[in-house]
Structure formats: structure tokens, C-alpha cells
């Protein structure tokens, strides 16, 4: 499996002044196939990697972050900032889902499970089918069931009130 860390630049930068977040995420070789596929002995972009998150959201629950740099910016200041971000949360999040092994024991987590993205739910499911662990199918086909069911019901209640 594959550990990528990508720096995105916002479109609102200019010559001036640059913002930027940083994209994380797991390409899983076992789940290679169509669209999330890559070239062989080549590393896979961000954008066909399985598991994808942004280093903001893990700082911050609920918000992204885009760290600004301009004529004036303390840039080794800077540096020490997203990197000790990078240390404390980018890498264990990475780690917790690099390997197979990982990844199972993710799955095996309720709270983990709660606090993952639907669509990773997706590949939990199918790395979990094809690892033979039908006790973990059952367990994420569950928890994707009930976002679905809590969605349904925000959505219910939205249109009701």
C-alpha cells in the first residue's frame, strides 16, 4: 500500500501570495481496478488513492486549513507548524491505514469506524471480502447502514422543518 502526502495550492494564489493545505492519503494495492488504479513501479497520484483526508480536518474537526505564505511570512515558523502537524496527526492517521493488518484492526475499532467516511466504509468493505473476514463485512455493512439511516433522517427533518 501506499502513503500519499500531497500540497495542494489554492486557485487563489498569485505571485504575490500563496495558500496551501495538505492532502493525505492510502492507495491500497490489493484494491487496484479502474479508476483507482495506477501505473505499475509508478506512485498513485492523490486523486486514485482509496482513503483521502485532509490534514485540516484532522487539526480541526469540522474545518479545513490553508496556511498562508507571502513576502512576509516567517517561513521556518511556518515549517515547524505543518510539520509538527504533519508528525502528531498526518503520520499516525497514515499509519493506521497503510497496511492490510491496519486497516483490519481499524475496522475492528467501533469509534473508528464511526468517525470514517462513507466512501472509505466502501473499501473497508471490499478489502475486508477479499481478505475472507466476513465478521468485518457484517460489522462495516452495519455502521455504513446506520449513516445512512441517521442521513435519512437528517434530511427528513430538514424537510419538515
Not at 500531497?6 to 492532502?23: E, H, M, Y
Amino acid at each position: 500500500n501506499w502513503q500519499v502526502v500531497n500540497l495542494q495550492k489554492s486557485t487563489w494564489s498569485d505571485r504575490d501570495s500563496a495558500k496551501f493545505t495538505v492532502n493525505l492519503a492510502v492507495a491500497l494495492d490489493r484494491l487496484r481496478d479502474g479508476l483507482h488504479d495506477w501505473g505499475e513501479g509508478k506512485r498513485p497520484p492523490h486523486a486514485r488513492c482509496h482513503l483521502q483526508e485532509r490534514l485540516g480536518f484532522l487539526l480541526r474537526d469540522d474545518e479545513d486549513v490553508w496556511w498562508d505564505i507571502d513576502p512576509h511570512t516567517d517561513v521556518a515558523s511556518l515549517a515547524d507548524t505543518v510539520n509538527t502537524a504533519l508528525e502528531q496527526y498526518a503520520f499516525p492517521w497514515l499509519e493506521a491505514r497503510s497496511t492490510d493488518d491496519a486497516l483490519l484492526a481499524l475496522m475492528r475499532s467501533d469509534d473508528a469506524l464511526h468517525s470514517e467516511y462513507d466512501h472509505h466504509l466502501h473499501w473497508f468493505e471490499q478489502l475486508a471480502a477479499q481478505l475472507g473476514e466476513e465478521d468485518l463485512v457484517r460489522r462495516v455493512v452495519a455502521e455504513r447502514e446506520r449513516k445512512e439511516a441517521e442521513l435519512e433522517e437528517r434530511r427528513r427533518l430538514e424537510d419538515a422543518g
